[in-house]
Every structure is written in structure tokens, then in C-alpha cells.
């Protein structure tokens, strides 16, 4: 039977929402806020932690505002909705519906979070005639793989190749200079310096606004003189033709300039400005089959307002499907029901289409995301990645007391964690207070106060599983057999063994004849000895449970849920294991101590384990962590990839 519906839809979208496209994209990052107020401190940055903002409530609003020891900054980053391919460990090419990276993308290519400060962010590329973004960008520019080689395939970067990658473009992709004002002018003289414009419509420019006077046609010549970029000095002159407020004036050097009566051409303007307009072309460019798997990794600070803009530019390889896409953070608090990404209470993004979700950064943790439209379908296609928030402790300057500084968030209300008022309480502070002090390098895992969640290298590890014949049914226009999904690819961060332990991107030849980075995140674990690594492991999987076994260095398990393991009264719940269990949604946080022996902080019976000193370390070599169920260390055949990878004590 001949499907009409689809046609009248394709009409429909033809005639109506093509025209709209280009204005739809749109990107937000501010540089100030109520809560980081640029007034106060720079948002491009972040500060070292004290003790809580000061508020106030000013006196003509009812608001509390900081007005000093601001916290935080404003981080941004956007992402396309689309689809790709991925290429698994025996060599398959699997289509996905999936998420790509529209910001970061120098630094999602080496491994790193794409989230940026905004003054990364709001920078234009750098266009000229040798130095444009490709679609493929920047595989395409980057790494591109040698002449000869096998379609997706691409060696380890080279140093000269990183060096080139580390100065690629971070900023947000086709953001653009944006005229917001541009009207024709009617009349314009000249009394001495002063130029009076009268404009064909009321004017919305003010004193102290740039203004371009421009010429449109190609020699056009009756503004000769006029043209440039120039202060408006006066609003509302009175004139022969208009109402006082169709006409400004502004100073010019130039002097002796004739009048001109109905300009054909000439027109005044607001000053370009980057406002959030972007030129559809290049994400279009970028975006189309640029899929990663794991979606782009995202990386934010307590207290952080976070901009993220997902920009949907279709599905190539469906063109049938109209699929809307969201962002849904798992298991992270949001203020507002209107950006939690379920469609039912806030929105989903169309074709052509972006939206900017708003975050205030919850408690420290590992916390994954997804998209929310028909969650088992688009979660199995690839529609997956994980977000981590850094705890406040570490911004504590090097030499400061931990116990002190988890002592001054219970000053802040949004975030106070204590067990006697409340009993929710999922950080309390230790159970005894303590002297350690914040190391000189390092970082921690959560707000312990005690210094147990230190590790010195921290690895995003994230599980999922791919149903082939449910990817393959996706891209022929076939039913989905939901009921038969059933895993048979198993992945560390979207790759298979041997390739978890490839170093840098993998590329994969898509469906447009161009290479993408469509593994962007190797799964090798690097260790010196004596050392401690955190693992941040989320389980994204749809049907399936997944194990995790190290052998010969023990797994600390000190968090799960993005919550502390910290009982009430303050005890640390942490326990020592060679295996962990997840279901789909869960996240743990583990860390692999290569020290067998540390000495304690102090003299004191019963004082913390230093973690920055090690008198024992484990042998170097190279460790493994794998999956004991031995039908998730292939994928779909036998001696191909698998659910395992290396950690190197060296």
C-alpha cells in the first residue's frame, strides 16, 4: 500500500519549516547572571572554594543575589541530534541513532569533557580561505587516515597530529556574527561633523550604541563618505520628513559630505555582535552523520550554572523518521520539570531545531544522560553518555583543612548536609574530626572531609550493549522487534576489546563517503605505582546486567548513584571488592589503589591512610579489568571484542 502520510509530511516540512531552519539554531551562553553576576567576578573561570556565596536581597526586588565570594562559573556546550555509525571490535559497522559534538570538539577528539567556559564557547572560527570546518571536522582535518588504509580505520595519533588537535576549534560550531537591527535609510546629512539619519522606521537605537552605516549594492556609490562604524551621540531628532524618533545622529571626521535623499541601498545597523545566531551551513556540515558513541562527555563544578543547547539536524539515513530528541540527565535533581527532558512534562526538540537546557549543578557524582523519546529504542541505538560534577573540595587551596571546608558548605543552605536537622542527609560530615589537608595535586572524588576519595587520575568508563539485528532493522525500515531485543556487542565506552585499548579516536567511514570520530574515548586505564585512578562507571545498557572484575588490584567502592557511601552518623560505608554488578541507570564510583601499603596523617589512633604517600606500591604491569560472564567477551562471534580492558601499572 503507498504510504501517503509520509509524502504530505515531507510537503509539509518542504513548504514550511526549511525557511525557518536557519533561525531555529540557536546556541546560549551568557557571560553574566543573577547567580554568577560578571559584575562580581569573571564567569570564564573558576574560583577557589572559602566558604559560601554572600547573599543579600536588594532592596527593590525580593530575590536573594550574591554580592560577594561568588562560587562557580557558567560553563556551555552544544549537541546534535542525528544518527551515525560506529565500527565494532570484529570489524561491523552498526548504525546508530545518536548524539554528536557541535562545541569541544578538539577536546572530545583526545579523550576530554566538551563543556566549555564561555569565552571558548562565544568565539567565532576563524574563517579564510584555507581554514574552514568539513564535514568530518575535525577527523577530516586532523587525523585523516593514510592512503590505503581500511575504511574507519586510523592509527594512533601522532605527536605532530595531537600538537595540531590541541589548537583545534573549541568553540560552539557556525556561531555566527549576528546583525540584530538593520533598517534603510531615508535621508542622511552632514552639519559640520555632526551626521543626522533619518530612517524609514522608528528607530531603536540609543546613545552609546555602535551603528554601521553600510552600503548594499555592488557600486553603489551616494553614500560615499558616510559609511563605517560610528557612536550614536543623540536619539530622537527633530526633522522635515518623520517623527522625531525615526532619526539619531552621530559624529564623523569626514566633513563637507552632501545630503542624500531616499538612499536606495543604505541602511543602518546595530554593530555585529555574537548573540547566540549561528550559520545553519556549517552545523549542518558538522553535525550530519557525526554521531559519537558515547555521546559527548560533559564535565561541570559545584556550584556551575550549566547551558547545554541540543540542535537536531534529522536523521540522514531515515529520512522517513521525524524524530524529536531530548536530554534527560538520569538521576540528577532539577530545579524546573521544563528542562528534565521527559516530553510529557517539558519539550522535545524538533527537526531543525534547538533548545538550551538550564542546569544548576547538583552534589558531586557520576551521572549519565539520555534521550527520552521512546527511551528503549534511542537508548539501544546509541542515544547515551555521562556527565560528572567535581565536588567543592577541589577548589580548596593546597595546605587547607579538609574537615574545615566540608564544615563551611553546612553554611549554605542549598546544599547543608547535616544528619540532626535533616535526615536525608547524604554527606554528612566524618565521624571524627580530622587534620588532613588538601593536596598539593589531585583531586577528589566526592566532599569527604577526610581526604578518602583522593585519586590522582580519573577514567570515565561506560558500559552498554548493542542488539545488532535491532540496529540493523533501525536503518532498513524495518519493525523493531522490541520484545526479542537482546545484546550481543558488549562496550567499554562504545568499543569492543582490543579496540577499548586503542589510544585516541576511532574513525569510522559513514554513510556520506566522510570519516568521523565516532569513538572518541579509549577505555585504557594508566596507573604509575603507588598511584590511585577513580572510575566512574555508569551502566547505559538497555536488557542486559553487567559485571565488572579486576584482577590483582582491588576495587574501592566509594560511590553509587552519585551519592557518598556515608552513613548518617558520618561513617565511611566504602567496601572492597574484585567485582561489581550494574543494571541499566546505576553508576558507581570506584577507585584502583596501586599502593599496598600507605602510612596515616599523624601519630593518632585511628588516623586516615595518607593517600599522597605510598610505602608499598603494587608490581608495575599490566592488569585487566574484564566481564566473568563469559558470553559478553565476544561480540556476536567467537575471539572478536568483548566486554574488557587494560589497566598499566607503569
Not at 560506529?86 to 548504525?95: L, R
Not at 550530519?288 to 562527555?297: D, F, K, T
Amino acid at each position: 500500500m503507498f504510504n501517503t502520510r509520509g509524502w504530505i509530511a515531507l510537503g509539509l516540512l518542504s513548504a514550511f519549516a526549511v525557511p525557518a531552519m536557519a533561525q531555529s539554531f540557536r546556541v546560549q551562553c551568557p557571560t553574566s547572571t543573577i547567580t554568577h553576576p560578571s559584575a562580581l567576578r569573571d564567569n570564564s573561570s573558576e574560583p577557589a572554594y572559602t566558604g559560601p556565596t554572600t547573599l543579600s536581597a536588594p532592596s527593590a526586588a525580593t530575590y536573594q543575589a550574591p554580592t560577594a565570594n561568588v562560587n562557580g562559573a557558567i560553563k556551555c556546550q552544544q549537541i546534535g541530534g542525528g544518527d551515525g555509525y560506529a565500527t565494532m571490535g570484529d570489524g561491523t559497522q552498526t548504525y546508530l541513532f545518536s548524539f554528536g559534538p557541535l562545541s569541544g570538539l578538539a577536546d572530545i577528539a583526545t579523550g576530554k569533557p566538551g563543556t566549555q567556559f564561555p569565552n571558548i564557547f562565544n568565539s567565532a572560527f576563524p574563517v579564510s580561505t584555507s581554514n574552514f570546518l568539513a564535514p568530518g571536522d575535525p577527523a577530516t582535518t586532523i587525523a585523516v587516515a593514510p592512503v590505503g588504509a581500511a575504511p574507519g580505520s586510523i592509527p594512533a595519533l601522532t605527536t605532530a597530529q595531537m600538537s595540531q588537535l590541541a589548537g583545534f576549534y573549541n568553540g560552539a560550531i557556525g556561531l555566527d556574527y549576528n546583525v540584530a537591527n538593520t533598517y534603510s535609510i531615508y535621508n542622511i546629512s552632514e552639519s559640520g561633523n555632526t551626521v543626522t539619519v533619518i530612517l524609514n522606521a522608528q528607530s531603536p537605537f540609543v546613545p552609546g550604541d555602535q551603528i554601521v552605516i553600510g552600503q548594499g549594492a555592488a557600486g553603489a556609490t551616494d553614500l560615499t563618505g558616510y559609511t563605517g562604524t560610528f557612536t550614536v551621540t543623540t536619539a530622537g531628532v527633530p526633522n522635515a520628513f518623520f517623527p522625531d524618533n525615526y532619526a539619531f545622529q552621530y559624529t564623523n571626521p569626514t566633513t563637507g559630505l552632501a545630503a542624500v535623499t531616499e538612499s536606495p541601498d543604505g541602511t543602518a545597523s546595530s554593530a555585529p555582535a555574537l548573540d547566540g545566531h549561528v550559520d545553519a551551513r556549517q552545523i549542518m556540515d558538522v553535525g550530519v552523520m557525526n554521531g559519537n558513541i558515547p555521546a559527548p562527555l560533559m564535565a561541570i563544578d559545584e556550584d556551575d550554572e550549566f547551558f547545554l543547547t541540543l540542535t537536531n539536524v534529522g536523521m540522514i539515513m531515515r529520512p522517513d523518521l521525524f524524530e524529536q530528541h531530548t536530554v534527560h540527565f538520569h538521576g540528577y535533581p532539577n530545579a524546573s520539570a521544563f528542562y528534565d527532558g521527559v516530553p510529557d512534562a517539558s519539550v522535545a526538540i524538533n527537526i531543525g531545531a534547538s533548545f538550551t537546557y538550564y542546569y544548576l549543578s547538583p552534589d558531586a557524582g557520576t551521572y549519565f544522560w539520555h534521550c527520552h523519546i521512546t527511551p528503549p529504542e534511542h537508548l539501544q541505538m546509541g542515544m547515551v553518555g555521562q556527565l560528572f560534577v567535581r565536588p567543592r573540595q577541589d577548589r580548596v587551596a593546597a595546605g587547607g583543612g579538609l574537615y574545615s571546608a566540608r564544615q563551611q558548605q553546612d553554611l549554605d543552605l542549598r546544599t547543608a548536609c547535616v544528619s540532626a536537622n535533616d535526615i536525608l542527609s547524604s554527606n554528612p560530615l566524618p565521624a571524627t574530626a580530622n587534620t588532613v589537608s588538601r593536596a598539593v595535586t589531585g583531586r577528589y572524588a566526592y566532599n569527604d572531609g577526610d581526604g578518602s576519595t583522593f585519586y590522582n587520575v580519573d577514567y570515565p568508563l561506560q558500559i552498554h550493549g548493542f542488539d545488532p539485528n535491532f540496529h540493523f532493522v533501525g536503518m532498513t525500515f524495518n519493525p523493531e522487534g522490541f520484545a526479542d531485543m537482546k545484546d550481543k556487542y558488549f562496550l567499554l565506552n562504545g568499543r569492543s576489546y582490543p579496540d577499548t585499548v586503542t589510544p585516541g579516536p576511532l574513525q569510522t567511514q559513514s554513510a556520506d563517503g566522510v570519516n568521523h570520530f565516532s569513538q572518541p574515548l579509549p577505555a585504557i586505564i594508566k596507573i604509575t605505582p603507588g598511584q590511585r585512578a577513580l572510575l566512574r562507571i555508569s551502566d547505559l545498557d538497555v536488557s542486559e546486567y553487567q559485571t565488572l572484575a579486576s584482577l590483582g588490584i582491588p576495587m574501592q567502592v566509594i560511590g553509587y548513584n552519585a551519592k557518598l557511601l556515608r552513613d548518617e552518623a558520618g561513617n565511611n560505608l566504602y567496601y572492597t571488592t574484585n567485582s561489581i554488578t550494574l543494571g541499566g541507570g546505576e553508576s558507581l564510583d570506584v577507585i584502583l589503589d596501586t599502593c599496598a601499603v600507605r602510612p596515616t596523617v599523624g601519630a593518632v589512633a585511628g588516623a586516615p591512610p595518607d593517600y599522597t604517600t605510598c610505602t608499598t606500591p603494587l608490581p608495575t604491569g599490566t592488569y585487566y579489568l574484564y566481564t566473568p560472564n563469559l558470553d559478553h567477551l565476544s561480540n556476536d562471534a567467537e575471539n572478536f571484542g568483548g566486554l574488557m580492558t587494560e589497566v598499566r601499572v607503569n
